[in-house]
């Protein structure tokens, strides 16, 4: 079964940008059905954009024209291209591929 790890978290001032990674274990087929999410303290995970089963990259209203999603299949690897990043972005922030199976999580956190 795919393995899912993140990485490019990190602390940055607001207005700056940062890119998370999110690379599978094993070959994938495409670069589909994957998505981010982000769960800031307390609250449950919020969907972020994703990529959708037909191709269709698609973004909540929040970082819609901030965040960008995109993969190199043959490095089995995805992107979240975060910028102008708020202190309202601070979270941390999954990957999960196919509908199951999730990243560890990386801590993206926005000074003001």
């Known amino acids: 079964q795919v393995q899912l790890v993140e990485s490019g978290g990190g602390l940055v001032q607001a207005g700056g940008s940062l890119r998370l990674s999110c690379s599978a274990s094993?070959?994938?087929?495409?670069?589909?059905?994957i998505a981010w999410y982000r769960q800031f303290p307390g609250k449950t995970r919020e969907w972020v954009g994703g990529?959708?089963?037909?191709?269709?990259?698609l973004y909540a209203d929040s970082v819609k024209g901030r965040f960008t999603i995109s993969g190199d299949l043959l490095k089995r690897t995805w992107f979240l291209q975060m910028d102008s990043l708020k202190p309202d972005d601070t979270a941390v922030y999954y990957c999960?591929?196919?509908?199951?199976?999730w990243g560890q999580g990386t801590q993206v956190t926005v000074s003001a």
């Open positions: 999960r591929y196919q509908g199951r199976t």
């Open positions: 094993t070959n994938i087929s495409s670069l589909n059905n």
């Open positions: 990529i959708s089963n037909s191709g269709n990259t």
